[in-house]
């Protein structure tokens, strides 16, 4: 009788565990490993994968604009991304407090699903966060490469990982890591550089953004080290800056080697440092559109590389894997999810993706492993950058929009990143630094005074703006009358004719021309040249006094013709809201430094034409640039 009782007694632990799951219960609080933050995260993606349904996992792999989302649409369709593509914003000028307000919004639609599985908001912030009013904008990359200074590309990302916290967003799509091969082509100033090496260097943005990966972490895992930080994405995978004539979305012609030693270099360099997610290239490679590319997506960068966060589409990128954008959407559908790609930026019609993607799964097109290896993949960079446990945003963080310590930043990056070309004509006194006390000095140009020209594309709105009405920051006319003498008269005119030059005695001229703005393929130009009336004003201002000469533009253009006449000559790129940067420089405070991190070519003719070419023949070779010294210590 006592073996029978010993048999049948049950052990104390059994009967803990009996009680655990009669309080679960009663209580309806069930123990989930997914949401427990002590858990290592694959334990928690495998917990949570096991609950999920084939809706819940689809719609972890959507990703749509926020002008179609909202907290119902999320909820009912399970929503896992929303994104502001360029220039969309929650409302003209809207503040802090209404873009968390937008954000918390859909997130709560997220959170009132299920399983509760938050959502990330991605924005681009590829100057800073340069959608919002107030921000910060600092120099394009055409303008950081030339400062080959790594860490101070560190210091904007993690400004503008503050900046993008401070209105709720948790992801960037930066940075472009493109090596731009031809200056053609209209997304030349998202590219650093030619020069890979410079490319590869500058990728240290991406541990500003994120945070240093901790010491021994596994390479190509995802790290976002906490809630001032954001998940970045490097793009546009891969040989985005090599299409033929510059056309942009066109086709990269190049062989393996190449590929892996020009273009590739950017990415080897941002998984080690532990890149969140990469997206994929519009463009195509020896005439395979890559967003169908399985070879490069799944074989080299997941496989390979061993990439472990997340791939996402381009704006409509498998839409336009078809000659007619959308026209086999299907065939779209399956190809660039079994090619490797995670997360779609639908962005709009997002009934048609959920419908077309569930289709090919429950007929085996498209295999459930497919499936799974994407969702766990945004999993990870969700638990990893502690979405779940943070998933609403607040105002702590409002105060680092557009704030002096950020704004002093990008104004020594604008220092940093001119181009002295010319300082002074043969046989004459070099004429920079300029003195700060004259009797009368003219400011002209159309992009003397217009902000939005200044910051050029992806500045408010996709394609930039022009004018002073949008952005908060000092134009190069302000940067001129706060840093000349007081007793310095300061006349501005726009388009001055010659007799208004010649009879106005000015003691030297400062003259700002370049581009207009422009993003993606509105900026592709075969002519290279600066608009009118820029060459008129060179002409009529410099015919008749002294005058510096200082570009706007993304990238290199036609200028030969004008340089005999000019005294000096500045390549200020696309500089961003910090205008006092420029004339920090001009003046003398501080000395030129930069040097071209792109080849300056005379005719387009010649192009493409990238340093080691055999017929390498520029205006100005890459890595030029003349030096002054600060004038208080000359």
Not at 252 to 273: R, W
Request: contains cysteine; aromatic residues 8%.
């Amino acid at each position: 009788m006592a073996g029978e009782i010993s048999r049948r007694r049950v052990p104390f632990e059994a009967l803990l565990l009996l009680l655990c799951f009669w309080a679960a219960s009663v209580t309806g609080s069930e123990y989930m490993k997914y949401k427990d933050p002590k858990l290592p995260v694959n334990v928690r993606i495998k917990d949570l994968m096991k609950r999920m349904t084939l809706a819940e996992k689809i719609g972890q792999m959507t990703q749509i604009e926020r002008t179609v989302a909202s907290a119902d649409v999320i909820k009912n369709y399970l929503i896992g991304s929303v994104l502001s593509g360029g220039g969309s914003v929650p409302a003209t000028n809207a503040s802090v407090e209404t873009w968390v307000d937008m954000v918390n919004e859909f997130q709560r639609g997220a959170l009132s699903t299920r399983l509760g599985i938050p959502m990330i908001y991605g924005i681009d912030a590829v100057h800073g966060h340069n959608n919002v009013y107030k921000a910060t904008v600092f120099p394009h990359n055409v303008g950081l490469g030339v400062t080959r200074d790594p860490q101070l590309a560190k210091k904007i990302g993690a400004a503008t990982a503050l900046e993008v916290r401070a209105t709720g967003i948790p992801y960037v799509f930066a940075p472009c890591i493109a090596v731009c091969r031809d200056p053609r082509w209209g997304r030349c100033y998202e590219s650093y550089s030619e020069d890979h090496a410079i490319v590869k260097a500058m990728t240290e943005i991406i541990p500003g953004l994120q945070g240093d990966i901790p010491p021994g972490s596994r390479k190509g895992v995802p790290f976002v080290a906490g809630k001032q930080n954001v998940a970045s994405c490097a793009k546009h995978y891969v040989g985005d800056g090599g299409t033929t004539k510059g056309i942009n979305e066109n086709n990269t012609v190049i062989d393996f080697h190449g590929l892996l030693s020009i273009h590739m270099q950017g990415y080897f360099s941002a998984v080690i440092k532990g890149v969140s997610t990469i997206m994929i290239s519009f463009s195509s490679w020896n005439g395979v559109k890559m967003h169908s590319n399985h070879d490069l997506i799944t074989g080299f960068l997941k496989n390979k590389l061993r990439f472990r966060g997340f791939v996402i589409s381009d704006w409509q990128g498998i839409d336009r894997m078809t000659p007619v954008p959308g026209s086999n959407y299907t065939y779209s559908v399956q190809t660039g999810i079994l090619a490797g790609i995670d997360m779609i930026m639908v962005p709009y019609n997002y009934t048609d993706f959920i419908g077309n993607i569930t289709m090919l799964v429950n007929k085996n097109f498209i295999p459930m492993s497919r499936i799974d290896d994407a969702v766990k993949r945004i999993l990870r960079v969700k638990f990893t950058m502690g979405l779940f446990e943070n998933p609403i945003a607040d105002l702590s963080l409002s105060h680092q929009l557009g704030s002096q310590e950020h704004r002093e930043l990008a104004r020594e990056a604008v220092r940093k990143s001119l181009v002295l070309l010319k300082n002074g004509k043969p046989g004459y006194e070099p004429v920079l630094p300029l003195p700060k006390k004259a009797q009368k000095i003219l400011v002209a140009g159309t992009h003397a005074h217009n902000l939005g020209y200044q910051c050029g594309g992806w500045t408010i709105t996709w394609q930039g703006t022009s004018g002073n009405n949008n952005s908060v920051g000092t134009t190069i006319l302000d940067a001129v009358r706060k840093t000349v003498d007081q007793s310095t008269e300061v006349v501005y005119q726009e388009e001055p004719d010659v007799g208004f030059v010649e009879s106005s005695k000015f003691s030297y001229a400062i003259v700002v021309v370049g581009e207009h703005s422009y993003a993606e393929s509105y900026g592709d130009s075969m002519n290279m040249t600066i608009p009118e009336p820029g060459p008129s004003t060179i002409k009529n201002v410099c015919r008749s006094v002294k005058c510096v000469v200082i570009i706007i533009s993304g990238r290199p253009v036609v200028i030969e013709p004008y340089v005999a006449q000019m005294d000096a000559l500045v390549a200020a790129w696309l500089p961003g809201t910090e205008g006092l940067g420029i004339t920090d420089v001009l003046f003398g405070d501080y000395g030129f430094t930069g040097k071209l991190a792109r080849t300056w070519f005379r005719t387009v003719d010649q192009l493409p034409m990238n340093v080691g070419d055999p017929h390498y023949d520029p205006l100005y070779p890459f890595g030029f640039g003349l030096t002054t010294i600060p004038a208080n210590d000359s």
